[in-house]
């Protein structure tokens, strides 16, 4: 699995929810999917979901500006529904093909 840098290691030009706390790591063939905690002073926290594909000509990783979702804390209750529905529909799908 490729390596993401270091929270230091970002530019200027790199999203706030990379510097958040990773959560999650989802590796995909040509991106990953990262899922970071946000917290800072002044500011709203909020669960980061976001897509970073990978530079071609250098391997490195950057954030997709346009693949990414910021969840606020008070929309969290709602998204845990979401997905947990959406596991149940994985299961019960599996189970059927399994027959």
Known sequence: MREV???E???RETPRSATGRRLAL???RASQ??????????RRTFLSVWLWNF?????????DKAAGVRVHVEEL?????AVAEGL??????RRERER
């Open 55 to 63: 530079d071609p000509a250098t391997d490195a990783p950057y954030p």
């Open 77 to 81: 209750p709602q998204l845990r529904r």
């Open 9 to 11: 290691a970002l530019s």
């Open 33 to 42: 999917i990262h899922v970071a905690w946000v917290e800072e002073p002044g």
């Open 5 to 7: 840098p270091a929270p």
């Open 88 to 93: 149940d529909e994985a299961q019960r799908r």
């Open 26 to 28: 989802l590796p995909r």
